[in-house]
């Protein structure tokens, strides 16, 4: 059994090279379709405001989750962690998802699915691996709850030991893993959204 695992290993540990390696070019092809979009077709407000539904939890949902969590110290089954593994990842998806709603692209769409699969699922993977080999409540912690989609209910550990079953959310925290450039981000990208289209029009001849 060992050494069949052995492969899967060192075939997962390259793809998650592969993935660092075309992260970047991913995230400059998401932002060229976004300005294709820009370019084509006028946001419509009733699609941005809808896209508030989405962009507004997976933010405040990062902000929450930064607020517990200790990477590398322990491991944090409170707050946001008792619902879902990764709720800054599921934060990620719903701002991803909001934005190509507010756009109403499907390329846009599209692209960010494919981004999330190729790239957060190795990401994930290694980091799982690594939470295992670290922690002895890790697999406790799996069984109970979901790595994504969250539960309805917050999952209460049984054992104590090296898991961080207490706190609360800590501001310094959120401070430290620096989230709040997220909101500043999305405040970007919404910026974006309503001026960035008139501005083009204004200095692009014949465009509508």
Known sequence: MEQDARPKVHS??????????IRVPLGFLAAALYLLSLWQNAPRPAAIAWSLALVL????????????????????????????????????????AGFAVALLSWPIAVVLAVGFAIIYIPVIASEERFLRNTFSDFDEYCRKVPRILPRLTAARMTSEAGTGLGGSFSLNLYL????????????????????LRPALETFVPGMR
């Open 12 to 21: 997962m540990q390259s793809w998650q090279k592969i993935a660092r390696r």
């Open 57 to 96: 939890p997976g933010l405040w949902l990062r902000a929450y989750a930064s607020g517990y969590v200790k990477k590398n110290e322990e491991l944090t089954v409170t707050g946001p962690y008792a619902y879902t593994r990764n709720p800054l990842y599921l934060g990620s998806i719903l701002i991803a």
């Open 176 to 195: 430290r893993h620096r989230e709040y450039n997220a909101a500043v981000g999305v405040a970007l990208l919404y910026l974006s959204l309503l001026f």
